[in-house]
């Protein structure tokens, strides 16, 4: 496995961690940054492999 994929599932795994951290109601919002934060590194992740 190349690093990118590993990244890849790297991050996939942490944003599937915080997700199933998160409560149902009252959600703090460093968790919410965090999920956005870990999302955009995926998403820029995906994205350089592309090029």
């Known amino acids: ?3 990118r994929a590993t990244q890849i ?3 996939e795994r942490r944003i ?7 409560p149902k ?3 703090p919002p460093a968790m919410l940054i965090e999920l956005d934060e870990l999302e955009e590194q ?3 992740v995906r994205a350089e492999g592309g090029r």
Request: charged letters at 35%; zero cysteines.
């Open 1 to 3: 496995m190349d690093e």
């Open 9 to 11: 599932a790297e991050l």
């Open 16 to 22: 599937a961690d915080l997700k199933a951290r998160l």
């Open 25 to 27: 109601h009252s959600t």
């Open 42 to 44: 995926l998403e820029n």
